[in-house]
């Protein structure tokens, strides 16, 4: 069987280093370009010293030649890029995954509010399919474009989806308090992130509004089928490199409703999706490196339902999510390249 050849454009970030780790362990999968216009030129295992002897891929420009010999494009890219070029891909039958947030967004309006861009691409947006796999996987099997989620709308969405579909919970108060390690600000240099700065502390920020506020609410709305939602979504960085967890506070319609039944029912068969046993709570450390996303749910003292949720954000937040949409784009074992296991300590 032929392998899939892939390419990363913006190929320099903690999420390209990530795509190239797990496509590297995939044996289906051939990397054959990856681009950054500031290293073209050089080696990325010299770029990346943990792929050194691994690869011997070069960094190529974005516009070069042999990104048009592959079956899949990812783009690991800031908002705005893909827009621009991903048309050009699509137009020539290679499929096309964009971690990057132009093609999540269904309001034009909103994407231009959030994130300060006009969304020109009616047609591709129209035709782009939301990669959540345990949500969307039907629509993603015959995709050719890919909103890949973010990381924060990962944790909430698959905690929130079994109750939402059986319409167990009050919609118009749902509190979501998360947590982030640095690594989801990126590889760029930023006084904010540096180790000084975020070292034995914990700061809430975007509290008057986060980019992934949006995101979060419109799929959130098409769970319940199209009602509306009362959301309060606050994100804080914690002094880690990688991991997430969302705490999310819900009241239940029926007091007596097994929650721990209907959350074991919804993801039996989904292999990404782990429910913990009752009366436990999530730790980023279970799920470190992996694709895996471990949920757990609990009444607390008060009436609240407390749902706690956690994913390493690089991965089933980006890179593993984006490698996982390939698979079912294709027709491959959903886990193929995915199998890490949670590093422990």
Request: hydrophobic share 40%; proline share 3%.
């Amino acid at each position: 069987m032929r392998k899939i050849k892939a390419g990363i454009i913006g190929g320099t970030g903690y999420t390209g280093i990530e795509l190239l780790r797990h496509l590297h362990n995939h044996k289906g999968v051939e990397v054959i370009a990856i681009s950054s216009r500031s290293e073209a030129g050089q080696l990325v295992g010299e770029f990346f010293p943990s792929l050194a002897g691994q690869t011997k891929l070069v960094f190529t420009a974005p516009d070069d030649a042999i990104l048009d010999e592959c079956d899949v494009i990812f783009f690991a890219t800031p908002h705005g890029v893909a827009m621009k070029t991903a048309g050009n891909f699509i137009d020539k039958g290679i499929k096309v995954i964009d971690l990057g947030p132009d093609f999540r967004l269904r309001d034009k309006d909103e994407y231009a509010q959030w994130y300060g861009l006009e969304n020109f691409q009616d047609e591709l947006l129209a035709s782009s399919v939301y990669g959540l796999s345990e949500i969307n996987r039907s629509q993603i099997r015959n995709a050719q474009l890919i909103g890949n989620p973010g990381c924060f709308p990962t944790t909430v969405l698959l905690a929130l989806k079994p109750l939402i579909e059986k319409n167990l919970i009050d919609l118009s108060s749902i509190i979501v308090d998360s947590k982030t390690g640095v690594s989801g600000a990126g590889r760029g240099a930023n006084q904010a992130m540096l180790l000084c700065e975020t070292s034995e502390s914990v700061k809430a920020y975007g509290v008057s509004g986060h980019r992934h506020y949006p995101e979060i609410k419109q799929e959130l709305s098409l769970l319940a089928g199209g009602k509306s939602i009362g959301l309060t979504f606050i994100p804080h960085l914690v002094p880690m490199i990688r991991g997430m967890e969302s705490t999310i506070y819900v009241d239940l319609l029926e007091s007596d409703v097994d929650v721990q039944l209907i959350f074991e029912n919804a993801y039996k068969d989904e292999h990404f999706v782990t429910v913990l046993g009752a009366g436990t709570a999530c730790a980023t450390r279970n799920v470190k490196s992996s694709n895996f996303c471990q949920i757990a749910a609990q009444k607390a003292v008060g009436g609240k339902l407390v749902i706690t949720s956690v994913i390493d954000n690089l991965v089933k937040g980006a890179s593993g999510q984006a490698v996982q949409n390939m698979n079912i784009m294709f027709g491959l074992d959903e886990k193929s390249g995915l199998s890490s296991i949670g590093l422990l300590p």
